[in-house]
C-alpha cells in the first residue's frame, strides 16, 4: 500500500486515460457494440447467402474492429494494470478477423462471421468495463499470469492440433478458441464494476472511494483510530441552567441565548438554541473571557464567571463549562455546558465492535472530557494526542482539513483523505465507509474467482477441441454477463 502522503498526489489521476470510453471515445464504442451485436445476429442467418453478402459482413466486422482501436489506444496511454486485459482483448478479435476474410475469400461457413463479432463484441466490452471505475485511482487486482498463460495455451492447442491432425485451418481455429474463450471481458467486470457501484453507493452517503489502496486496508484494519473529539461530537449543549433566583430563569435563558445567535462557536450555538433570536446590536467578543452586546436595548454579558465578578469553584480537569449571564450589570445566574455526543455514534461503535474492529480515541483536550465523551459512546481506550502514529492494521479518522503524516500501512478517512474521503468527518460515516470498502473488496474476490473458474473450464474446453470457436465466443459473453449479474448484486 502506497503512503498517504504519495496517494495524495495519484488519487483520481492514475487511471485518468480510462474516463476517455466514458466520455470522447463513447462514440466509438456504441458504435462498434451496435455493428458487432447486428453483425452477429445477421450472420446466424441465411442472409449471407446473397451475392456480395459475405463481403458487407466484412465491412461491418471491419468497423467493429476500427471501433476497437481507440479504446486499445486508451489502455497503452493509461497507468492501469488492466493493459494487458485490453491488448489480449484486441489481439482475440484481431486473430478471429482474419477469420473473417478467411471465410470471404475462401467461402467459409458464415461461422467464422459469428465468431469474429462476438469477439470484438467481447473486446469492446472490456475496454468499457475497465473504464467504468476510472475516477477509483490505483490497481486493480489483475492477474499478472493470465494473459501470458492464455496466449500459451492457444499456441500450444494450435500446435497439438497440427501435429495431431495436420497444419490445417483446424489447428488455427484451436488457436483462436482458446483466445475467444480467454477474452478477458468477464474478468475485468468482476474487477471494474464493484467500484463502479460502490463508488456510487459511497456517493449517496458522502463517501467517496478514491483509491483502490482502501480495499485491502480496510479488509484487515483491526482498529479505528478516531482523531479528535469532533469524530464523536457534534460541539456542545446545555447540561443546566442555574439562576440566582428562580423568577430569572425565564430571562436568564432568553437573554443568552438571543446574544448568543451572533456568536458562531460551539458554546455560542449551544446556547443560542435557549431562545429565539432577539434585536441585537453592538455584539463584541473578548477572547479568553466571553462576549457581550445589547439585547432589545438591554446590556449582555456572557463568559466566565469570575469575569462577571462571579465565585464559581469548579474541577480543575472537569468536563463540564460553566459561563455566567449578566443583564444590566446585574448577574442573572449560570449555565452549565457538556460536549454532545453524535446521536449515531454509539450504534457505529458497537457495530464496528462487532465486526472486529477496535474504536481507540486520541485527543488532546482534557482528560475528563475525552473520557466522557468516550464513555458515553462505548469506546474504552482514550489516548492523551496529539497522533503521532497508528498501527500496521489501523484505519484513521481525522476530521482535519489536512493530511496528517501516517504510516504507509495505515488507511486514512476523512474530508482531506486521498483514499477514502468522507462529507463528515464522524464515526458513524467511517463505519459507513469500512463496510462499504469491505463490500466492494468481498465483491471483487469473488467475481475474480468467478470469473477466472469461468474462463479456465472455456478455455481448456476450446484447447480441447470440445468447443468451436464460435461456441467459445459465445460461452466467454455468456459469461461477462454472469459475473456482471453477481457482482453488481448489493451485498
Known amino acids: 500500500m502506497t503512503s498517504v502522503p504519495a496517494l495524495a498526489g495519484t488519487a483520481g489521476g492514475a487511471d485518468d486515460a480510462w474516463t476517455a470510453p466514458l466520455g ?4 466509438f464504442a456504441a458504435v462498434g457494440l451496435t455493428v458487432a451485436a447486428a453483425l452477429a445476429l445477421w450472420s446466424a442467418v441465411p442472409a449471407l447467402k446473397i451475392d456480395g453478402g459475405r463481403w458487407v459482413a466484412l465491412g461491418l466486422d471491419t468497423v467493429a474492429l476500427a471501433c476497437l482501436v481507440p479504446l486499445t489506444a486508451a489502455a497503452l496511454r493509461a497507468g ?8 489480449l482483448a484486441a489481439a482475440a478479435a484481431v486473430a478471429t478477423y482474419a477469420l473473417a476474410v478467411v471465410a470471404t475469400v475462401a467461402d467459409a461457413p458464415a461461422a467464422a462471421f459469428v465468431t469474429s463479432a462476438l469477439v470484438t463484441l467481447l473486446a469492446i466490452v472490456t475496454g468499457v468495463a475497465a473504464s467504468l471505475a476510472a475516477p477509483v485511482a490505483g490497481p486493480r487486482p489483475w492477474p499478472a499470469w493470465f494473459a501470458p498463460g492464455v496466449l500459451a495455451v ?11 491432425g495436420g497444419w490445417d485451418v483446424d489447428a488455427y481455429h484451436a488457436a483462436v478458441g482458446v483466445l475467444a474463450a480467454g ?28 483509491h483502490t489502496a482502501a480495499l485491502p486496508a480496510a479488509r484487515n484494519a483491526d482498529t479505528l483510530v478516531l482523531d479528535g473529539l469532533a469524530t464523536l461530537s457534534d460541539g456542545k449543549r446545555v447540561a443546566a441552567v442555574t439562576p440566582l433566583d428562580e423568577s430569572h430563569l425565564r430571562n436568564l435563558r432568553w437573554f443568552a441565548g438571543a446574544l448568543e445567535h451572533a456568536s458562531d462557536n460551539p458554546i455560542g450555538r449551544a446556547l443560542a438554541r435557549l431562545s429565539a433570536r432577539g434585536n441585537v ?9 466571553g462576549v457581550s452586546g445589547h439585547v432589545d436595548r438591554h446590556p449582555v454579558r456572557i463568559g466566565q464567571p469570575q469575569w462577571l465578578g462571579h465565585a464559581h ?55 475528563a472530557r475525552s473520557a466522557a465523551v468516550a464513555e458515553a459512546v ?43 474521503s468522507l462529507d463528515a468527518g464522524d464515526v458513524a460515516t467511517a463505519e459507513k465507509a469500512l463496510r462499504l470498502c469491505r463490500g466492494v473488496d468481498r465483491a471483487i474476490s469473488g467475481g475474480r474467482r468467478l470469473a477466472l473458474a469461468w474462463h479456465g473450464a472455456t478455455v481448456a474446453l476450446a ?29
Open 24 to 27: 470522447r471515445l463513447r462514440g
Open 281 to 289: 446590536t453592538g455584539f463584541r467578543e473578548h477572547p479568553g473571557l
Open 463 to 491: 484447447a480441447t477441441g470440445l468447443l468451436p470457436p464460435w461456441a467459445a465466443a459465445a460461452l466467454a459473453l455468456v459469461g461477462a454477463g454472469v459475473t456482471a449479474g453477481v457482482t453488481s448484486t448489493p451485498r
Open 154 to 164: 492457444a499456441l500450444a492447442s494450435g500446435i497439438a492440433h497440427g501435429l495431431i
Open 378 to 420: 462505548g469506546v474504552t481506550s482514550v489516548i492523551d494526542g496529539p497522533l503521532t502514529g497508528a498501527g500496521d492494521h489501523a484505519v484513521v479518522l481525522s476530521s482535519a482539513a489536512e493530511v496528517p503524516a501516517l504510516p504507509e500501512t495505515t488507511l486514512l478517512l476523512g474530508p482531506a483523505s486521498p483514499q477514502v
Open 183 to 210: 477474452t478477458p471481458a468477464a474478468l475485468v467486470v468482476a474487477l471494474s464494476l464493484p467500484l463502479r457501484l460502490g463508488a456510487r453507493r459511497g456517493r449517496r452517503s458522502g463517501i467517496r472511494l478514491r
Open 313 to 367: 469553584d469548579a474541577a480543575p480537569d472537569s468536563p463540564e463549562v460553566t459561563v455566567a449571564v449578566e443583564v444590566d450589570s446585574r448577574l442573572l445566574g449560570t449555565i452549565t455546558l457538556v460536549d454532545s455526543v453524535r446521536e449515531d455514534a454509539a450504534a457505529a461503535v458497537a457495530t464496528l465492535a462487532s465486526a472486529g474492529v477496535e474504536s481507540v480515541l486520541v485527543s488532546d483536550v482534557s482528560a
Open 80 to 87: 492501469a494494470n488492466l493493459r494487458a486485459a485490453q491488448l
